[in-house]
Nanobody, 123 residues
Framework: QVQLVESGGGLVQAGGSLRLSCAASGRTFSSYVVGWFRQAPGKEREFVAGISWGGGNTYHADSVKGRFTISRDNAKNTVYLQMSSLKPEDTAVYYC????????????????WGQGTQVTVSS
């Protein structure tokens, strides 16, 4: 069992930055692929970024490429999402998710999910 807790969300102006954290407890977190997803009101949950268990492989959705960066610190059992040049369309609840294995996937087929953290970008 893995428990995930997101933090770092908030209200920011367009062009600003935020860093989200996903803290894990439970099983050995370093054995898990972690993804960040987001869901805006009235829209489906969408993949944002993913990172392999060792941090050597990352994948970012085209909509955030060059603006967001996923990273992890397994010693701290934490995965981060650094968000820069934020746009109003980035407004959503952001979730981290984890699955055991080696391959980053962009679908929502992750076993463990956090409760989400709200990010609001004002224009």
């Amino acid at each position: 069992q893995v428990q995930l807790v997101e933090s770092g969300g908030g209200l920011v102006q367009a062009g600003g930055s935020l860093r989200l954290s996903c803290a894990a407890s439970g099983r050995t977190f370093s054995s898990y692929v972690v993804g960040w997803f987001r869901q805006a009101p009235g829209k489906e949950r969408e993949f944002v970024a993913g990172i392999s268990w060792g941090g050597g492989n990352t994948y970012h959705a085209d909509s955030v490429k060059g603006r967001f960066t996923i990273s992890r610190d397994n010693a701290k059992n934490t995965v981060y999402l650094q968000m820069s040049s934020l746009k109003p369309e980035d407004t959503a609840v952001y979730y981290c998710a984890a699955k055991y294995g080696l391959v980053i996937i962009t679908t929502a087929d992750y076993r463990y999910w956090g409760q989400g953290t709200q990010v609001t970008v004002s224009s």
